[in-house]
């Protein structure tokens, strides 16, 4: 069988293993993962991830009890997410990840943590989706945020409920700016003939000069444009009932991981 590129960048050593997680404990690596999703503009409390590990994965879930994470900000939506980073300003101001809305103010003060904020490299899950039709499950980068403007992100794939179809998937992937002047939007949805229930390798080659998208080690798209700055990762379940309801999350959902990898750009020979 002909060798995928990605396979042959592995190979070749043009990049190194820096950081990995098989999910083989019983409990998730804190060094690793904090399983709140930011925190800062709800709590802790109530942004916590529901999820459980065992069998060398990790399941992330919406439990039908499960309560909005944010409805001051962000309405009805329910969230479980792992994220490596928070950073966050003091209580009531403005400042903190990801300015989804203008409204934001910080509700409860995180002290900074970068458990895994790399400038650069390969990095990639195995996953598998049970994604309802007002549910959506993605692997994703964010610029850790510690000046405004490094808040670009970087989605390696996004998968609606709505997006499934017998025999294809569309699958979101690129970048966007958020408050960074320096990327213009750049993303689509790419319909792959993949069944997302069953595990899939979803992959992200980032440079200084470009990002390229992987799926299965097949490439789907590149970005000729980068976020220059370190970047947190975020693994994701959400859903999305009508906002005029509170309606629980009773079907069958689940994002499986099975692992998730971080390689470094090898230093230069010579």
């Known amino acids: ?20 997680d098989h999910f083989e404990s019983p409990a998730l690596n804190q060094n690793l993962w904090l399983a709140y999703y930011l925190p800062q503009w709800s709590s802790r409390q109530h942004s916590a991830a529901r999820y459980h590990v065992g069998e060398g994965q990790l399941h992330l879930h919406i439990d039908p009890d499960q309560a909005p994470w944010c409805p001051e900000f962000d309405g ?10 928070v950073f966050a300003g003091p209580l009531g101001s403005s400042i903190g990840q990801l300015h989804f809305s203008d409204r934001l103010v910080v509700r409860e003060e995180q002290a900074p943590l970068a458990l895994y904020t790399p400038l650069y490299g390969l990095f990639e899950i195995r996953a598998r ?4 039709s007002d549910a959506m499950v993605a692997f994703w980068m964010i610029g850790f945020e510690d000046e405004p403007q490094h808040s670009a992100e970087i989605c390696v794939c996004e998968i609606f409920g709505h997006h499934s179809e017998s025999g294809s998937t569309g ?22 003939p993949i069944d997302v229930s069953e595990f899939h390798l979803y992959s992200v080659e980032w440079t200084a ?16 444009q980068s976020p220059s700055y370190p970047m ?39």
């Open 209 to 224: 000069q470009y990002v390229r998208f992987f799926v299965d080690e097949r490439l789907v798209k590149v970005v000729q």
């Open 232 to 270: 947190q990762f975020l693994l994701d379940i959400y859903h999305f009932p009508p906002v005029d309801s509170d309606q629980p999350l009773v079907a069958p959902n689940e994002f499986a991981i099975d692992f998730f990898r971080g390689y470094r750009a090898a230093r230069p020979s010579g």
């Open 171 to 192: 699958v979101g992937m690129g970048v966007h700016p958020w408050g960074d002047p320096t990327i213009r939007d750049e993303f689509s949805v790419e319909w792959l």
């Open 129 to 132: 989706a049970i994604v309802p």
């Open 76 to 85: 009805t939506t329910r969230v479980s997410s792992l994220q490596t980073g």
């Open 1 to 20: 069988m002909e060798q995928s590129e990605l396979e042959h960048i592995k190979q070749t050593g043009r990049y190194l293993l820096e950081r990995e």
